[in-house]
């Protein structure tokens, strides 16, 4: 599972052509929330309630933060980008292809691509990664943020917002997807937890139009399960004759 | 060369194939089939056919739907499919598989790693027509439209497509272009499931439209409820021949046999696939005298289905599913057996020991298990003589999906093989990455108009790929060769399909079961069970 989610093994056993670049792509994603991750933390660590205690990593996260944004952002950028050159030309992922795909990933480039811009580019005296995230969580309102940094800081909220309504949701997804409904082997064992949800189920009315069904709306699936369409209509017809 | 279409084509009009496969555009086999011209012809389909069927898919055409008559009836056909969608994503209608399918639904990057797995899209050339994601980007983008009630926001999202008559006529072949082995769910970085959306879409149109291969409905399922076996055989007919089975295992074994009936409490209730009675008796007869001469406390059960292992509604319904499943039950909970062990059937292993999982319950959830890890437990136990050097011909054995992939029986199987096969080579891939016969879903016993064709040209290419690689060593008819194929549905596949290329005279490749080898190589049992003669 961490081998998958890290690093795609599948992809990159399967579909060697688009693993790189999704690869950078995702890997990008898990550095960028590593890079948030530490500054909250060496933000925490430096509140004055905590005393000095924990100023010490202040000065260890910190770079790690920065680092990891950097690289994370312009991991982010190139995949993002080979991606989408692979989604407008290669012929195999045409059908599969739609016009909010293409948006979703130049939302991507875009948020990414101000952000790490902004922030390399940034004018002298404009604040640090440390620095913003202090004064983010002390709602400081004169930190200065170049207008690119700001802006890529606003499309990647809203950006984060806009994940869960989309199929890129997949990441989180993945973690139901991959043991617990692709090869759910849990036993049904008696009087186990699964059987009651397996005999709540079977109460459930089915509707089914199709006749060798016999599903009315009324019976359950456990009568339906115990019914035989066979004898019944040999029934039905002797009933007629 | 027509596979370059486009989704939406799929609610053409016309009558008119979307797409014609020639054999030049199919995947290159290995000799003695290594140029198109070596290939077989493919059947045209009739002229009588195309005017009565919806045939617009491709070649071939594997369902018989009849065309509607007027405009009217069109329209209450695609009212009935839209009425049947929104069941399929109901958990009252649908809480067995509603889960897998809405995650594939939601959650598909279309990124095509799955179409890297699949046979079928391989084989064809990689035809854009049987891609996977085909047939669920359709069914995708019926979902957000009519289910989710998507406008246009949701179109520029997941894309749109128009639903029409001809849409859901195609849809409804393309249904039954998938051996439903899920090895591009195996293969999916998501988790989702293509293989699934082919069976849910079979299921719709069985359960809310009533149309399904006459194969595997009325003469499937609906035989099976009704006489007791897809083969038709009642209790006493079945009865009968499993007597007259004994009787020739005996004699040519030199072992006296007899296949006990309705034992009550007895250990273990074996269930065969009752085409093996029938077609390849041999296994049944191996399979009574392996249990006999290990001492094993065995029955068969005569109740009504519980003599033959399918279960057809895997394929294609769930209450047909469920009522064969319950069936089986039954019959153990009556007879009061400590287990079910199945015979060589592939999908009837997926049936009852994995699905079946998710319906059983109370004191109808009996231990139910493959027969691989007994068998392998007595021939290593050393209670049977064997002398390997009568199983000294090459032998290559072929993994059932639904006994490895779906199950993950892996080694027995291959435990036996090396214990009692000298020259036992593996096929590349294998295990849990093996390819389908070709004939998994029900295609085995479809052999309408020229679907036949169809399977042996592209679902059962690269498995005859795998097969004619195995023997490359040894390609010539001077040496017999043996596929060992555990499952029923597989070998009727091979038997067809090594027929329809002539493979038993070009290259004596011979097929059978593992059980047959089994007894071939008991030291005390007449030499030359296997008899190398073709059926």
């Given amino acids: 599972m961490i081998e998958e989610i890290l690093f795609l093994k599948s992809l990159r056993e399967f579909n060697r052509r688009l693993w790189l670049p999704s690869f950078f792509f995702h890997f990008g994603l898990y550095l960028a929330i590593a890079a948030v991750g530490c500054a909250a933390l060496a933000t925490a660590c430096g509140l004055s309630s905590f005393g000095t205690r924990f100023s010490a990593f202040v000065h260890v996260l910190a770079p790690i933060a920065t680092f990891a944004g950097a690289v994370g952002a312009a991991l982010i950028v190139a995949g993002a980008c080979w991606l989408l050159m692979h989604r407008t030309t290669d012929p195999a992922l045409k059908n599969s292809t739609h016009a909010g795909d293409i948006f979703n990933l130049l939302f991507f480039i875009a948020a990414f691509a101000l952000l790490i811009g902004g922030y390399l580019l940034r004018a002298p005296g404009a604040a640090s990664l440390g620095e913003f995230a202090r004064g983010a969580v002390h709602f400081d309102r004169g930190i200065r943020i170049g207008a690119a940094f700001g802006a890529g800081l606003i499309l990647a909220s809203m950006l984060l917002a806009y994940i869960p309504y989309t199929h890129m949701a997949h990441f989180i997804a993945k973690y139901f997807t991959w043991h617990a409904v692709r090869w759910d082997d849990r036993r049904n064992e008696r009087g186990s937890g699964l059987e009651s949800k397996v005999a709540a189920s079977l109460g459930y009315k089915p509707t089914w139009s199709a006749p060798h069904v016999g599903a009315d709306g009324q019976r359950t699936w456990a009568e339906i399960a115990t019914s035989n369409p066979t004898s019944e209509a040999q029934t039905a017809r002797e009933t007629q004759k | 060369m027509s596979g370059k279409i486009n989704l939406r084509d799929v609610s053409r009009q016309d009558s008119e194939p979307l797409i014609h ?438 679902s059962g290419r690269k498995k005859l790929e795998q097969i004619l690689n195995a023997f490359a060593d040894c390609p010539g008819p001077e040496t017999p060769k043996y596929l060992c194929a555990p499952c029923s549905n597989c070998k009727g596949q091979f038997r067809d399909m090594i027929t329809y290329y002539g493979l038993w005279q070009k290259s004596r490749i011979f097929y059978g079961g593992l059980v047959e080898l089994v007894v071939n190589a008991m030291a005390d049992v007449k030499p030359g069970f296997i008899d190398w003669e073709w059926r």
């Fill in chain 2, 21 to 458: 496969v020639e054999n030049e555009e199919l995947m290159p086999l290995p000799a003695p089939l290594e140029s198109p011209e070596k290939d077989r012809a493919w059947a045209a389909l009739t002229e009588q056919c195309r005017s009565r069927y919806e045939c617009g898919l491709d070649d071939t055409c594997a369902v018989n739907i009849p065309k509607p008559k007027t405009r009217e009836e069109e329209e209450q056909l695609v009212a009935r499919f839209l009425s049947g969608l929104d069941k399929l994503f109901d958990k009252e209608n649908n809480w067995t598989f509603l889960e897998p399918l809405l995650l594939t639904m939601e959650h598909c990057t279309g990124c095509q790693t799955c179409a890297e797995s699949c046979h079928i899209f391989e084989a064809s050339g990689r035809n854009e027509l049987y891609r996977p994601t085909f047939r669920s980007e359709i069914l995708r983008r019926l979902y957000f439209k009519h289910v989710r009630r998507g406008a246009l926001l949701s179109a520029w999202q997941h894309g749109s497509i128009q639903l029409n008559w001809p849409l859901v006529a195609r849809l409804i072949e393309l249904s039954y272009r998938c051996n439903l082995c899920r090895r591009c769910a195996q293969s999916c970085p998501i988790g989702c499931d293509n293989g699934l959306v082919a069976r849910e879409l079979r299921k719709l149109f069985s359960q809310e439209m009533g149309i399904a291969p006459r194969e595997i409905h009325e003469n499937g399922s609906m035989l099976q409820l009704k006489a007791g076996s897809s083969t038709g055989m009642t209790a006493e007919i079945v009865k009968d021949n499993v007597a007259f089975v004994d009787e020739d295992i005996s004699e040519r074994t030199g072992i006296a046999v007899h296949t006990p009936w309705d034992v009550e409490g007895a250990d273990v209730l074996l269930i065969h696939n009752a085409g093996e009675i029938m077609a390849w008796p041999e296994n049944p007869g191996a399979f009574a005298l392996i249990l006999t001469m290990a001492g094993v406390n065995w029955t068969m059960s005569s109740e009504l289905a519980a003599y033959d292992a399918i279960n057809y509604g895997l394929w294609y319904d769930d209450a047909q599913f469920a009522r064969v499943a319950l069936k089986h039950m039954e019959a153990a909970r009556k007879l009061g057996v400590k287990r079910i062990v199945i015979g060589e059937c592939g999908h009837a292993h997926k049936a009852l020991c994995v699905i079946a999982d998710r319906v059983l319950t109370g004191d109808l959830n009996i231990p139910r298990e493959s027969y691989l890890p007994l068998l392998r437990d007595i021939v290593l136990s050393g209670k049977i003589k064997f002398a390997p050097t009568r199983n000294d011909f090459p032998v290559t054995l072929h993994d059932p999906c639904n006994m490895v992939r779906l199950m993950g029986v892996v080694e027995p199987q291959r435990e036996i093989l090396r214990a009692l096969c000298p020259q036992f080579r593996e096929m590349e891939p294998h295990g849990v990455d093996n390819y389908c016969c070709g004939g998994g879903s029900g295609f085995a016993i479809m052999s309408g108009n020229n679907f036949p064709d169809w399977r042996f040209h592209v």
